[in-house]
């Protein structure tokens, strides 16, 4: 399976792979498997739609952000793997939304991450997964998403 064909023709560009923000690696590798960093919905260096799911983002806007933080870590393990298609198996994704107190549909926002693994990478791209509200995400983050892939 060509991975990037399989990207190109969903209408994803993938972008460069940005440098961390912080104090820690993007991808580590551990035998098989790969332990993908949490990724932020940037675009072109610009957070896409800050704030609180419930509040200042919508659900459609928190889900347009889960697709971006997949899309983001797409390009983060294509620059550490130079090709996608040794993407053998997502084995899980775990994602925190920025959550107004009261908002419960977490599972809904992940369900766009989700539905765009699988969108790409077929049966492979079924994983385990946790979607957890929270207070706050760094940058005002809507959301974040780091997932174990193996290779």
């Known amino acids: 399976m060509n991975i990037e064909r399989k990207i190109e023709e969903l209408g994803i560009l993938l972008p460069d792979s940005s440098p961390p923000k912080a104090m820690y690696i993007p991808v580590k590798q551990a035998g098989n498997l790969l332990f993908v960093a949490g990724q932020i919905p940037m675009t072109d260096g610009v957070m896409l739609h800050p704030g609180h799911v ?9 889900q347009e952000a889960a697709r971006q933080c997949i899309i983001n870590m797409l390009s983060a393990l ?6 996608l298609d040794k993407v053998k198996n ?4 775990q994602a925190f939304v920025s959550s107004k107190t009261g908002f419960n549909e977490q599972h ?3 369900n766009a991450a989700s539905q765009l693994l699988y969108d790409v990478f077929g049966e492979a791209g079924r994983h385990a997964r946790t979607a ?3 207070n706050q995400l760094p940058m005002d983050a809507p959301v974040e998403i780091e997932a174990i892939v193996e290779i």
């Open 132 to 134: 957890v509200g929270v």
């Open 78 to 83: 294509r620059t550490y793997l130079g090709d």
């Open 90 to 93: 997502i084995v899980k994704v």
């Open 108 to 110: 809904i926002v992940v």
């Open 54 to 62: 419930g509040e200042e983002v919508t659900l459609e806007q928190a």
